[in-house]
């Protein structure tokens, strides 16, 4: 799904003290936004809208951050960066307050992926405190906590839906599910997390700084694999590149598809979890792969990087030829690939270039691709 980010930082956040709105204000070595807009990036986001105070537009941020100003409440706010992403709108929208910097990449990817099946989507947590209803500094009485959760952020929506609802609302909302409530918008609660506090008083920035220091010492276990593949040119009249079927004057030879993108990307995923080739497990001389869907081969790679505890960061793949053009299928080679390993496709790239009619793909003889995998340990 196509998918942008509203960051909400107009708010000035004083009484965090400091003398600087919080977002920024030094945290851990970085700034607070720092923290928040690299959560996102993590997660894939190539669409990330700052709503800042129109004081701030100065204010240093990475280069490809669209800045929108901001209004004087949050709901205006977030209303002005829906309109900035409606002349080209995205499938879901996740909106976040700047001064939560310890998101983490998980929450964002469990918000994300509960808005295939949803409308809308947030994180809570269950309240496990005793509440008390109170006057004058005492007690009045007792709340029943069931089905009580403290909202965090990142909530997210289909945009159409949320767009319209902001459009629609009379404002003062304290949150995009309030707004989204008001219009009728069902809203599935996922899991939030303890860690992903809110800098609000000065005493927070020491709490947010030995969270950020924490998940800082937990290193994951991060892993690269490459792959490369060659199939000659036989007779025939199409090609399959990544699980796309290409009109073509010749076809590929090999003992499966000769699916040569796929089979790179299958050997990178093999490469990173140490486990050989796509020769180790399914052997070429075993008469039952002949002809195969290399999406076989590469679901079975993704399966056991999921079995061995890795989590698909990325995969990028290079065809190399002279013919066909792989540019126009390109898209539809990204979709594919995330659908098979059952990812994001915005995780997924392909790409094509020439040997400049240098070597066998130069004179016409056939396609190689090279690809690289990043695994995640969970």
């Excluded at 800042?52 to 929108?68: E, G, K, Q, Y």
């Excluded at 902001?166 to 909302?173: D, E, T």
């Excluded at 793949?317 to 659908?339: D, L, S």
């Amino acid at each position: 799904m196509r998918k942008a980010a509203i960051i909400v930082a107009a708010g000035r956040g004083l009484r965090a003290g400091g003398g600087l709105p919080k977002q920024w204000r030094p945290l851990a070595g970085r700034r607070v936004a720092d923290w928040t807009l690299a959560a996102f990036e993590a997660t894939g986001f190539e669409r990330i809208v700052v709503v800042m105070h129109p004081d701030d537009h100065a204010i240093p941020l990475p280069a490809r951050v669209t800045r929108v100003t901001g209004g004087a409440t949050r709901d205006a706010s977030v209303r002005a960066g829906l309109e900035a992403l409606a002349e080209d709108p995205p499938e879901i929208v996740l909106i976040h307050d700047i001064a939560r910097p310890c998101v983490t990449p998980a929450l964002v990817d469990r918000v994300c992926a509960a808005l295939e099946q949803a409308e809308a989507a947030a994180p809570g947590l269950p309240v496990s405190d005793a509440l008390w209803r109170g006057a004058e500094a005492q007690v009045t009485g007792t709340q029943d906590r069931s089905g009580l959760y403290r909202a965090q952020t990142p909530q997210g929506f289909r945009f159409d839906a949320i767009f319209s609802a902001h459009r629609a609302h009379c404002g003062g909302a304290a949150d995009d599910v309030e707004v989204a409530r008001a219009a009728g918008l069902p809203v599935t609660i996922v899991e939030g997390e303890e860690s992903n506090i809110k800098i609000t008083g000065p005493g927070d920035f020491a709490r947010a700084e030995a969270i950020l220091r924490g998940q800082m010492q937990t290193i994951p276990d991060i892993r690269l694999g490459n792959g490369y593949d060659v199939h000659r040119f036989t007779a025939g009249d199409h090609v399959i590149l990544c699980g796309v079927k290409v009109p073509h004057d010749h076809a590929l030879d090999g003992h499966s598809d000769a699916d040569v993108g796929m089979h790179a990307i299958t050997d990178a995923i093999y490469g990173a979890l140490a486990q050989g080739d796509i020769g180790r497990h399914f052997p070429p001389s075993d008469p039952q792969w002949k002809g195969a869907a290399s999406e076989i081969f590469l679901a079975h790679a993704g399966d056991l990087a999921r079995a061995k505890g890795f989590g698909i960061g990325n995969v990028d793949c290079t065809i190399v030829c002279e013919r066909p053009k792989v540019g126009p299928h390109a898209a539809a080679m990204q979709a594919e690939i995330a659908r098979i390993l059952r990812i994001d496709a915005a995780r997924v790239s392909v790409k094509a270039t020439t040997s400049e009619r240098l070597g066998f793909t130069g004179r016409g003889e056939g396609i190689a691709a090279l690809a690289t995998a990043t695994l995640i340990g969970s």
